[in-house]
């Protein structure tokens, strides 16, 4: 299991050193994750018996990446505009169904997952597309990751306290702060980049290291749910798409508006 963790983290590192260099060919890479991540997210709550419209919503999660790589935007709040849409195709999706039972927890279930995955995910590409992006999505992709690595090196190692055993039985509460520290160093590997003080640092890595530990555990939340262990197979030792991008849905969004503002 070690070995093979070994090999898909380092290809997985790989691929996104790679991505990151050019700005459409980073927003292409996430597009991908995105529509592999809606797939194990929609294939999950299938499994759980929830009939949903799996591949209209991934068909319109896909519209939200690739609208960011075309820079094509209908309005000045072009999502809220694209949210309204996409509820009310799916409901119009419902008119053909003879079968009613369901309804709401359908499309609120497939709207969802478009919310979640697709439209958090996809501020990654915003972030690229920012002024200096290449060493703003540098620098989340560190104090993210490594957050993960850490809690994981540091909880398989070390851990013996559980952290919330009814979510996640093998997360610890050393491993939760092994990720912390390991988030902080990634921050402060991050001063090349961002050339923030000491102190602005040490913020953001603690900050967004507890961001993305809540969106590991929310992930870990909806799997207890669907009764699954991994949201898929596709990378073997670390499980699904959704399992590897789960730290960044919720550390990307807010980084990007902090750095918006910040910025300014």
Same mark, same amino acid.
């Given at each position: /299991?070690?070995?093979?963790?070994?090999?898909?983290?380092?290809?997985?590192?790989?691929?996104? #050193?790679? =991505?990151?260099?050019?700005?459409?060919?980073?927003?292409?890479?996430?597009?991908?994750?995105?529509?592999?991540?809606?797939?194990?997210?929609?294939?999950?709550?299938?499994?759980?018996?929830?009939?949903?419209? +799996?591949?209209? *919503?991934? *068909?319109?999660?896909?519209?939200?990446?690739?609208?960011?790589?075309?820079?094509?935007? !209908?309005?000045?709040?072009?999502?809220?505009?694209? #949210?309204?849409?996409?509820?009310?195709?799916?409901? !119009?999706?419902?008119?053909?169904?003879?079968?009613?039972?369901?309804?709401?927890?359908?499309?609120?279930?497939?709207?969802?997952?478009?919310?979640?995955?697709?439209?958090?995910?996809?501020?990654?590409?915003?972030?690229?597309?920012?002024?200096?992006?290449? *060493?703003?999505?540098?620098?989340?992709?560190? #104090?993210?990751?490594?957050?993960?690595?850490g809690a994981y090196l540091v909880g398989s190692r070390f851990g013996k306290r559980p952290l919330i055993p009814?979510?996640?039985?093998? +997360?610890?509460?050393? =491993?939760?702060?092994?990720?912390? #520290?390991?988030?902080?160093?990634?921050?402060?590997?991050?001063?090349?980049?961002?050339?923030?003080?000491?102190?602005?640092?040490?913020? !953001?890595?603690?900050?967004? =290291?507890?961001?993305?530990?809540?969106?590991?555990?929310?992930?870990?939340?909806?799997?207890?749910?669907?009764?699954?262990?991994?949201?898929? +197979?596709?990378?073997?030792?670390?499980?699904?798409?959704?399992?590897?991008?789960?730290?960044?849905?919720?550390?990307?969004?807010?980084?990007?508006?902090? /750095?918006?503002?910040?910025?300014?």
């Amino acid at each position: /299991m070690l070995t093979r963790r070994i090999v898909s983290s380092s290809l997985l590192i790989i691929l996104i #050193i790679v =991505g990151v260099q050019i700005d459409w060919l980073c927003g292409l890479l996430v597009a991908l994750f995105i529509i592999g991540a809606l797939y194990e997210f929609f294939t999950m709550l299938e499994n759980k018996g929830i009939s949903l419209y +799996k591949y209209v *919503g991934m *068909g319109i999660g896909a519209v939200i990446p690739f609208s960011l790589i075309f820079r094509f935007e !209908l309005t000045k709040s072009w999502e809220l505009l694209f #949210i309204a849409l996409a509820l009310l195709f799916l409901i !119009l999706m419902q008119f053909r169904r003879r079968e009613n039972s369901g309804v709401v927890l359908g499309i609120s279930a497939t709207l969802f997952g478009i919310l979640y995955v697709s439209w958090f995910l996809s501020f990654l590409i915003r972030i690229r597309y920012l002024a200096g992006g290449l *060493g703003l999505i540098s620098s989340i992709l560190l #104090i993210t990751k490594l957050g993960d690595i850490g809690a994981y090196l540091v909880g398989s190692r070390f851990g013996k306290r559980p952290l919330i055993p009814h979510i996640s039985p093998k +997360k610890s509460v050393e =491993g939760a702060a092994g990720g912390l #520290i390991f988030s902080i160093l990634g921050a402060l590997l991050s001063r090349f980049f961002l050339g923030f003080s000491y102190g602005h640092l040490l913020f !953001l890595g603690l900050f967004f =290291g507890l961001l993305s530990q809540l969106g590991d555990l929310s992930e870990s939340l909806m799997k207890r749910d669907c009764q699954v262990k991994d949201s898929g +197979k596709i990378f073997p030792g670390l499980g699904g798409v959704l399992d590897s991008v789960d730290s960044l849905l919720f550390t990307a969004p807010v980084f990007y508006f902090y /750095m918006s503002i910040i910025l300014k």
